[in-house]
């Protein structure tokens, strides 16, 4: 079995910290009225297009972060 390439911790604090700042930014949308902005890269996006995309991008961080966690995880007690 090939020898798989573990992630930094670096790395995944990076995308843990990037999937809360997402997940964050989706429950700030929730409760804004529908007249507020929202922008993505100078995108205007409507109220539902927004929240839907931080709900996404915030949980793949997340689940990614995890993952590579758990990987770490396994590999050094395997080891």
């Given at each position: ?10 790395m ?53 972060a ?14």
């Amino acid at each position: 079995m090939a020898e798989q390439k573990l992630k930094p911790n670096w790395m995944i604090m990076l995308m843990f910290i990037g999937g809360l700042f997402y997940l964050i930014n989706f429950v700030d949308s929730l409760f804004k009225p529908e007249d507020s902005e929202f922008e993505f890269l100078s995108f205007d996006l409507g109220k539902w297009p927004h929240v839907i995309f931080c709900l996404v991008c915030g949980y793949l961080l997340m689940n990614l972060a995890l993952k590579w966690y758990k990987e770490k995880r396994n590999a050094k007690s395997s080891s």
